[in-house]
């Protein structure tokens, strides 16, 4: 089910929440070499995307724009190529620039483009199709930075072998590899094979700013080492493995996914998005299946409109070397890792998780947005998991589920919640209404998925007030910021 229907069943009052934080400015500096632009975002009060990438590597966007007069053209033709620069050579299908500068590709070429130059090279896609027999279709070897265009109106392909010839230690390892800053944009379509393992793989940072971008992989989809970013364009990825991810552990400052506009479309029979940090601050993100939606040690959505379905944990504020942790099973609690955090500050984020719905195994914060949980059914998960300290101060959220693992938000938040094991699992379509002391409603929802509790926190909850939660007309009654009896799994508020 998609978002509209189940949000148009939310009522006027929950729907009518403001989402605090959403559409927040970015406050940067930007400064322009005329092939790149280097960001670097100011620090603002808060936990916000800002504030984070304050102290993180500064993101390299390649620009790509280009004038066709200084642009030289190679031809592909088959297995070779045809170029007037002597900066191009053609040897046995591989295509080498050798050269700093903008080069306008176009053809069909059974064979491979190699970049081994310093300077910055743009590579314009204009109707290219690259297929290599042997390894890699596009493999960055040394450049300064790599900028690839999608020609406007054109389109493009780029596909690997299934067996590479190298297997060192430097061989690609993806259909367009790259060792150097790499930057892809455009108004074109690209369409990436990954056969053999990834389908794009930048070994620094990766930027996509545009275009419109395929990318199937038997392994990872699209992988950055330092940062992966998306600002604009529509993405969209089917992996085997993580299907958009970040994966530098080892350096301070980097190994982030960051969001802040565009589509992008997941699926995966792995992590969704995966870094060791997940900012999101606009954009549209669906992830259409995976293992584990969004997983990070420290996750921020400051804003977007976010559709996350999972076979285990939607959202999981989780280290990685967390393999034989106990949490989420039942009778197995852990210790709370203050490293560890979960932050939404704003946006729409609707959750559907077979595994927990919101997990940190150190704290979650929500302070604004529209979240709604479609938790687990069996009680070996909860809907909501926080071993830390779980504190809501804005926004609304909704989350149901099974009972058995139940976990509240902190009793000191500065925001009203109430959360109640219902007397009876309620089937999906049944509607719940929540009603304060007087009678008037608060809340209605109809159940998406078999549900045994209900966690309700938004602007019209008052601690210490009572409310009425009536499932299909069967009445239970709750008070507002006192925690259920019998959960399992995380700190009962």
């Keep these: 089910m998609r978002l509209l229907p189940l949000r148009q069943a939310v009522a006027g009052t929950l729907a009518a929440v403001l989402l605090a934080g959403c559409g927040a400015s970015v406050a940067s500096d930007t400064t322009s070499t005329g092939d790149s632009t280097t960001t670097t975002y100011a620090a603002t009060s808060g936990t916000t995307v800002e504030d984070v990438l304050e102290d993180d590597v500064e993101i390299e966007t390649g620009d790509t724009s280009y004038d066709e007069k200084d642009a030289t053209t190679i031809r592909l033709t088959g297995s070779s190529a045809e170029s007037d620069s002597d900066a191009v050579t053609v040897d046995d299908g591989t295509v080498t620039i050798g050269a700093a500068g903008t080069y306008v590709l176009t053809g069909e070429l059974t064979g491979q483009v190699v970049v081994d130059s310093a300077g910055v090279v743009r590579l314009v896609l204009d109707d290219a199709t690259i297929t290599s027999e042997t390894t890699a279709a596009i493999d960055v070897v040394d450049a300064t930075s790599v900028v690839v265009v999608l020609a406007d109106g054109s389109t493009n392909a780029l596909a690997d072998a299934a067996t590479y010839d190298g297997t060192s230690e430097d061989a690609p390892t993806g259909a367009l590899y790259s060792t150097a800053d790499l930057t892809i944009g455009g108004t074109g379509s690209l369409t990436v094979t990954g056969n053999s393992n990834n389908g794009i793989v930048g070994k620094d940072g990766l930027v996509i700013t545009g275009g419109t971008i395929d990318v199937t992989a038997i392994d990872d989809g699209i992988l950055g080492k330092d940062y992966l970013v998306l600002t604009d364009g529509t993405v969209t990825v089917d992996a085997v493995g993580d299907t958009f991810t970040s994966d530098n ?141 779980f504190t809501i101060s804005g926004g609304t959220l909704l989350a149901t589920g099974s009972a058995g693992m139940m976990v509240a938000p902190s009793t000191d938040s500065p925001q009203g919640w109430i959360a109640t094991a219902l007397d009876a699992t309620a089937a999906a379509g049944s509607e719940v209404v929540i009603s304060d002391a007087d009678g008037a409603e608060v809340a209605t929802y109809t159940f998406a998925k078999d549900a045994a509790s209900v966690v309700l926190s938004s602007s019209d909850i008052t601690s210490g007030d009572t409310y009425t939660v009536a499932v299909d007309g069967t009445e239970t009654s709750v008070t507002a910021g006192e925690a259920p009896a019998g959960g399992h799994g995380g700190p009962m508020g």
């Design 249 to 389: 552990t080892e350096d301070a400052g980097s190994g982030f996914v960051l969001i802040e506009g565009g589509e992008l479309t997941v699926t995966s029979q792995d992590d969704g998005i995966k870094g060791v940090q997940v900012l999101i601050k606009g954009g549209t993100v669906d992830i259409a299946g995976s293992t584990e939606a969004l997983e990070g040690s420290l996750i921020v959505i400051d804003g977007g409109d976010i559709e996350l379905h999972s076979a285990d944990d939607g959202v999981n504020a989780a280290s990685s070397d967390d393999s034989g942790a106990t949490d989420g099973q039942p009778g197995g609690e852990m210790a709370a890792d203050d490293s560890l955090h979960l932050y939404v500050n704003g946006g729409t984020l609707e959750v559907w998780a077979s595994g927990d719905g919101l997990d940190s195994n150190g704290d979650a914060t929500i302070s604004g947005g529209d979240i709604t949980v479609h938790g687990p059914t069996t009680d070996g998960n909860g809907t909501l998991d926080v071993n830390g300290t």
